[in-house]
């Protein structure tokens, strides 16, 4: 990689997380392809392991402070001399920014702890260095901090978004990031509608780009036990979204029927202990098994080894949704036949009937018909385990997808405007 070429600064919100492979991914892929990358997180690693990919990843990685305290010494420093060397560049996007928090009656602390980091990565690593533009991941904090920090040192900023980071924005503020992006990178098709509604009109493009899967990684086949209990597979975190509420209570409702099963979760999150005791309540202790978190490689095994796979996504009290869990399209290109709901962006993999089962959210009476029928019509799972595989070789190759990112990248870096009616079609194009 040719480290005196231009550079890309990429913001993430924790780097590397086990639960945002696609993130990791993605940067190891645009670097093979010749991006120069430096990463800017706001947090350290909260797990103790990665997975092994991020080994591969040669871009430099600098941790931004976390919070105003105990940092506030090196914050105040950065920000204080940002200020003197042009105190009107200064207080403008500072003013702005409070004004949008008064607007929208959002907290002052979390405003001014991104403007005061967006200072310090403004000083410390973009005002007289390399870094040609800056590139955020989820709308929320780490683009607050991306745009202050592009605002402050007059480079051009972009941002992907993702889910939660989507829907549980103001839309006021998330209306304001979008006018000032280069440009909006979003993974569904679904959250790209939603964003063309929000920026109500704004100039700036908005793209669709699949995050896709390796499937060289996910080679169609697997060997689960010949005869029951049928093993059930479920992967996501244990948030309130996910709805594994309802997936227990569909997983009580087969044991009422004496339906031989077993389930394995993989993930954590802050609802574990409600699960677990849900679990406890509902009978199920000796048919479900919490594995944690695991890295790829020990998950890939129990893609192979499992009958189906179950996700009962549905959207929180607060808004927050899925977009296109990555994993369902690992289940669907080993083979692995998948039921979920129709939220989201979900359907945009799973067509029912065709390339999997599809349920209302919250219903958990649907859900359990839907996992026997999955389980039990062997003719009718086996066609939908062949077109599944086809379709995500199809429309979400990876491969593909990092091709047209970085061509987006590559634009942006060399300076070409980009355009609503390029020749690309980014937005509206399927493999």
């Known amino acids: 990689m040719n480290r005196t070429s231009p550079r890309l600064g990429m913001v993430l919100k924790g780097f590397p997380r086990i639960s945002e492979t696609f993130i990791s991914n993605e940067i190891l892929a645009m670097e093979k392809m010749g991006l120069n990358i430096g990463i800017f997180s706001l947090r350290k690693p909260r797990e103790p392991f990665a997975h092994k990919s991020v080994a591969k990843i040669k871009a430099s990685v600098a941790y931004l402070p976390e919070y105003i305290l105990p940092f506030w010494k090196i914050l105040l420093k950065s920000n204080t001399r940002l200020f003197l060397s042009n105190p009107l560049r200064y207080l403008i996007p500072f003013l702005s920014a409070l004004r949008r928090s008064f607007i929208t009656s959002s907290p002052l602390v979390p405003t001014i702890r991104h403007f005061l980091q967006g200072g310090y990565l403004a000083r410390n690593y973009l005002i007289d260095h390399s870094i040609h533009h800056l590139h955020a991941h989820f709308a929320h904090t780490p683009t607050s901090v991306a745009l202050f920090a592009s605002e402050l040192a007059r480079i051009p900023f972009s941002f992907t978004a993702h889910a939660k980071d989507i829907y549980t924005s103001h839309p006021v503020k998330l209306r304001y990031k979008i006018s000032k992006a280069q440009f909006v990178i979003t993974c569904t098709e679904y959250n790209r509608k939603y964003l063309i509604k929000i920026a109500n009109g704004s100039p700036t493009p908005i793209y669709r780009i699949y995050h896709g899967i390796d499937l060289s990684l996910f080679s169609f086949g697997r060997e689960p036990l010949p005869s029951p209990p049928f093993r059930i597979l479920s992967v996501g975190r244990l948030v309130k979204k996910k709805g ?188």
Do not use: C
């Open 244 to 431: 594994y509420d309802d997936l227990l209570k569909a997983l009580k409702i087969l044991k009422s029927e004496n339906f031989p099963f077993e389930f394995f979760h993989v993930g954590d999150g802050e609802l574990r202990e409600n699960i677990l005791r849900m679990a406890e309540e509902l009978g199920l202790t000796d048919r479900v098994h919490f594995l944690g978190t695991l890295t790829h490689e020990r998950l890939l095994p129990l893609y192979r080894q499992s009958h189906a796979f179950v996700l009962a996504s549905k959207i929180a009290p607060n808004g927050d949704r899925d977009g296109l869990p990555n994993v369902i399209l690992e289940a669907m290109a080993v083979g692995l036949p998948v039921v979920a709901t129709d939220v989201s962006a979900i359907p945009e993999a799973i067509e029912h009937e065709k390339t999997g089962l599809l349920v209302p959210p919250e219903n958990p009476h649907e859900m359990a018909k839907a996992i026997r029928r999955i389980l039990t019509d062997s003719s009718g799972t086996s066609a939908i385990i062949s077109e599944a595989r086809r379709t995500v070789e199809r429309r979400f190759d990876s491969t593909v997808w990092n091709s047209k990112l970085y061509e987006i990248f590559h634009e942006a870096l060399v300076g070409k405007a980009l355009k609503h009616e390029s020749s690309l079609r980014l937005s509206e194009q399927t493999p």
